[in-house]
């Protein structure tokens, strides 16, 4: 129980959302998915209209940019540069 209440307390200030916060994870999921299209299995399953890969490969690109977006927007308030 107090190990529990410890880590609670170790927790940093989170962010408030504002228009940095979305150009960050926005950004952090645009780089995730140009990351995606050089992969070549990435055409396997349904295509996505306009891209050439297929819509196993988006969604898993998403969540990885957005986990990145996430990762640096809690490293960057940690710091205080947000």
Known sequence: MMSSM???ASVPPTPVWS???AI???ASCAV???LTLGN???KVGPAIPGLPIGAGAFIGAMAFGHILGVGI???LTSIGKL
């Open 19 to 21: 228009p940095t916060v």
């Open 73 to 75: 927007v809690l490293g």
């Open 32 to 34: 995730a998915l140009l």
């Open 24 to 26: 960050i994870i926005a």
């Open 6 to 8: 410890l880590l609670a």
């Open 40 to 42: 070549k299995s990435a």
